[in-house]
């Protein structure tokens, strides 16, 4: 955009803050992980992340779009050539944190084998009452007169 000021023409570009503002959303995505994983609606899917990288990329997109095709009004061909790489770098790099570092997790030397006798255990039940292995076993089915004959445990590892 050109215009006149005291006898002299200027060249005058707007500044592409699409670029800038994609740029921090998605550093603000991968750093954001760790303290968002300690909330249990983003803990096992984060999915607040992936919004702010989606986000944030979709910005530099418009931004870089804009730099390129109206290159006389809109700057930032190059400062968003790099900001754009850098921000498709981080990309794989958070999947790789999320989807691949953090379920590498060391072997239970301590967990029961399959068919071993369970030790006995006392846990809260969904209605936050006690429940022990020994009622487990002892306790008959609703609609039988004996009690069951084995109990089936179910480990779900975790990674918080």
């Known amino acids: 955009m050109t215009h006149w000021s005291g006898g002299v023409l200027l060249d005058e570009h707007r500044r592409n803050w699409h670029l800038w503002v994609g740029f921090v959303l998605c550093i603000v995505g991968f750093a954001s992980l760790p303290v968002l994983a300690r909330f249990p609606a983003t803990r096992d899917v984060p999915w607040v992340n992936f919004l702010f990288l989606g986000t944030g990329l979709t910005l530099l997109f418009v931004g870089l779009t804009r730099a390129f095709d109206q290159p006389q009004q809109y ?31 060391p072997a239970s030397t301590g967990a029961p084998k399959v068919g071993e006798k369970a030790p006995e255990f006392v846990l809260p039940d969904t209605n936050n009452q006690p429940v022990s292995l020994a009622s487990l076993l002892s306790t008959p089915l609703v609609n039988s007169q004996t009690p069951p004959k084995g109990v089936v445990l179910v480990f779900y590892r975790g990674y918080w």
Not at 91 to 103: K, W
């Open 75 to 105: 700057r930032g061909k190059i400062t968003g050539t790099i900001l754009g790489s850098l921000s498709v770098l981080i990309v794989p790099l958070f999947c790789f944190v999320v989807f691949y570092q953090t379920r590498q997790l």
